[in-house]
């Protein structure tokens, strides 16, 4: 009977370590929790919307932007439904021919805000060669768009996947591509500040102000492809 009690113990834990209310699976034992389960869209939806737009399909275990077949309104970014402070993301990506997409951080969802990239800054994703974005210093695979170029250039040949980590831990920020680290800085401090009053988004005051919020997938008009996402909380 002890035996029979332990089993069910243990079957109880187990369940309750496999989901989370917001999120797709909650923690494992090493404390990474699965934000895609390979299968559907649970725990993620379009910014500023409730759930996530039918241009967004799940195709071979991974998360596709389908533009070929894109239905009005039902595309734009795909954010988390939870929000993170110090974490450690990791994903694979692959993108299209030409296309051109983008991992953004710490994105703050409240209305006031239009778009996913007003408040999250980017690790970039797009085909270098391809795209003419790809010509712009700071805007190649791997940059902290528009702010860090990388500090090496490692992406792989289009149509072949990508790994991407983002590492954020009190402000220190990494970005690592295929294994390798391709930036570090640090967020919030003085350097930062010269690094958004120098860029873009030196306009934007809410630009990469927030020490928390939500995973975005950008829809940049392209076809993309996001798998393997999984978030360790630091």
Same mark, same amino acid.
Request: aromatic residues 10%.
């Given at each position: 009977?002890?035996?029979?009690n332990?089993?069910?113990?243990?079957? /109880?834990?187990?369940?309750?370590?496999?989901?989370?209310?917001d999120?797709?699976?909650?923690?494992?034992?090493?404390?990474? !929790?699965?934000?895609?389960?390979?299968?559907? %869209?649970?725990?993620?939806?379009?910014? &500023?919307?409730?759930t996530?737009? %039918?241009?967004?399909?799940?195709?071979?275990? /991974? *998360?596709?932007? +389908?533009?070929?077949?894109?239905? /009005?309104g039902q595309?734009?970014?795909?954010? %988390?439904?939870? @929000?993170?402070?110090?974490?450690?993301?990791? *994903?694979?990506?692959?993108?299209?021919?030409?296309?051109?997409?983008?991992?953004i951080? #710490?994105? #703050?969802e409240?209305?006031?805000?239009?778009?996913?990239?007003?408040?999250?800054?980017?690790? !970039? =994703?797009? +085909?270098?060669?391809?795209?003419?974005?790809?010509?712009?210093?700071?805007? &190649? /695979?791997?940059?902290?768009?528009?702010?860090?170029?990388?500090?090496? @250039?490692?992406v792989?040949?289009?149509? !072949?996947?990508?790994?991407?980590?983002?590492?954020?831990?009190?402000?220190n *920020?990494?970005?690592?591509?295929?294994? @390798?680290? =391709? =930036?570090?800085?640090?967020?919030? +401090?003085?350097?930062?500040?010269?690094?958004?009053?120098?860029?873009?988004?030196? %306009?934007?005051?809410?630009?990469?102000?927030?020490?928390?919020?939500?995973?975005?997938?950008?829809?940049?008009?392209n +076809? =993309?492809?996001?798998? #393997?996402?999984?978030?360790?909380?630091?």
């Amino acid at each position: 009977m002890r035996s029979i009690n332990v089993m069910i113990l243990g079957a /109880a834990l187990l369940a309750g370590c496999s989901s989370s209310k917001d999120g797709v699976n909650n923690s494992n034992s090493k404390g990474w !929790q699965k934000l895609f389960d390979g299968k559907t %869209t649970t725990g993620w939806h379009t910014y &500023r919307k409730p759930t996530a737009g %039918t241009d967004w399909k799940v195709v071979d275990g /991974a *998360l596709f932007l +389908d533009t070929k077949n894109k239905t /009005a309104g039902q595309g734009g970014d795909l954010v %988390t439904n939870e @929000e993170f402070t110090n974490y450690h993301l990791k *994903l694979e990506w692959k993108i299209s021919p030409g296309g051109n997409s983008g991992i953004i951080f #710490n994105v #703050n969802e409240d209305p006031k805000y239009g778009a996913t990239y007003t408040t999250g800054p980017e690790m !970039q =994703v797009i +085909d270098n060669d391809g795209h003419s974005d790809g010509k712009i210093t700071k805007h &190649r /695979a791997g940059d902290l768009y528009d702010l860090v170029k990388s500090r090496v @250039e490692n992406v792989k040949p289009v149509g !072949q996947w990508n790994t991407a980590e983002i590492i954020l831990n009190n402000g220190n *920020l990494e970005l690592i591509q295929n294994g @390798e680290s =391709v =930036v570090k800085t640090t967020m919030w +401090d003085d350097n930062w500040k010269a690094l958004v009053a120098n860029s873009k988004f030196k %306009t934007w005051p809410a630009f990469g102000i927030y020490k928390t919020g939500k995973i975005a997938l950008q829809d940049h008009g392209n +076809d =993309v492809w996001y798998r #393997n996402i999984s978030i360790k909380r630091l």
